[in-house]
């Protein structure tokens, strides 16, 4: 464990939407945001869960068992030409913002890799470093229509002025063996980027907290229907008597302490950024009576191997 800071980290956690679908457009909206976190005083700023450039939420992509239609493939191809390429050209914009507002940037993207598309966290430094990604291990659901699986090679956390940063992304909270790994590593400031606004969503990640010990932030878009374009196809019975400006993600964004008390949040229902001093002392201060990958891991009867290796269908060698 590292030497812990004496001045608190300032913490905001971003609860907004995207200009769905439009890449640069959206990462304007994060350099405007960020600025407004910085000028509150952050050093570490969350954006949500699949923030660059869109949480496709309602939409089917045409797709029914044993059928794909055009039109949901044109979707496809629209979805992919709004992602972005780790690392490239985008990736350096965002790094450029971090830069520029001196914070440690934390993003939910979606990554594309040949002709797959991933739901990625993007961890940046103050002076602009891509310090690493996570991709999401599990896609729920529907979800894996659009995005491949990640692997055990992203799944580090990193070491920086603000802390030990990890992510987890939405439902990845929901996998013990996942968070254990997070815990195993020292893990103080657990960034869950989410696309969850129920009510539930907040008693796991106040559980997250008290289990490892740690500070948890969660963020949420806030989004409506007009922040999707005109032509967006809602799924007919997500669609069926929703208003042009119908909320169609509530948020819920919240930052958590290491004993599980909420510091802010959660906030429904409209735009906001919230902010909280952590300190990170609290970490250490909580593990008196519980380390769940210490002195309460029992390893004699538990053990946990995790693959970190990289898995790719293709290897080339000298």
């Not at 905001?12 to 350099?31: G, H, N």
């Not at 600025?35 to 952050?42: C, E, H, I, L, V």
């Not at 007009?226 to 819920?252: E, F, M, Q, V």
């Not at 250490?284 to 390893?299: E, L, Q, T």
Request: glycine letters at 10%; aromatic letters at 10%.
């Amino acid at each position: 464990m590292p030497t812990i800071p004496i001045t608190p980290v300032r913490a905001a956690v971003v609860q907004c939407a995207p200009v769905s679908f439009d890449r640069d457009a959206t990462i304007a909206r994060v350099r405007e945001h960020t600025a407004a976190t910085a000028a509150g005083g952050a050093t570490l700023v969350l954006f949500p869960e699949a923030f660059v450039s869109a949480y496709p939420r309602g939409l089917t992509f045409g797709t029914v068992i044993g059928s794909r239609s055009a039109e949901g493939r044109e979707w496809y191809r629209r979805y992919w030409e709004s992602s972005v390429d780790v690392p490239g050209p985008h990736t350096a914009q965002l790094g450029e913002i971090a830069r520029e507002h001196r914070v440690h940037l934390v993003i939910g993207v979606i990554e594309r890799d040949g002709g797959t598309l991933y739901c990625s966290v993007l961890f940046f430094a103050p002076d602009g470093e891509l310090l690493g990604k996570h991709r999401k291990l599990m896609p729920t659901a529907a979800e894996r229509l659009v995005w491949g699986q990640g692997d055990g090679s992203t799944m580090q956390v990193h070491h920086t002025a603000a802390g030990i940063l990890g992510a987890a992304i939405c439902w990845e909270s929901y996998m013990p063996m996942y968070r254990m790994s997070l815990y195993g590593q020292g893990v103080q400031i657990y960034l869950a980027p989410t696309a969850d606004s129920r009510e539930s969503w907040i008693a796991t990640v106040r559980h997250v907290a008290m289990e490892g010990r740690c500070f948890v932030l969660s963020a949420n878009q806030f989004a409506r229907r007009t922040d999707y374009p005109p032509d967006y196809p809602l799924d007919a019975k997500i669609a069926l008597g929703l208003a042009h400006d119908a909320i169609l993600t509530a948020g819920g964004s919240c930052i958590i302490n290491p004993l599980g008390d909420v510091l802010a949040g959660p906030v429904y229902n409209e735009e906001a950024v919230l902010f909280a001093d952590l300190d990170l002392g609290d970490t250490v201060r909580g593990k008196f009576d519980f380390d769940v990958s210490g002195h309460y891991a029992r390893p004699d009867v538990f053990e946990l191997r995790v693959n970190t290796a990289s898995t790719k269908a293709v290897e080339h060698y000298p």
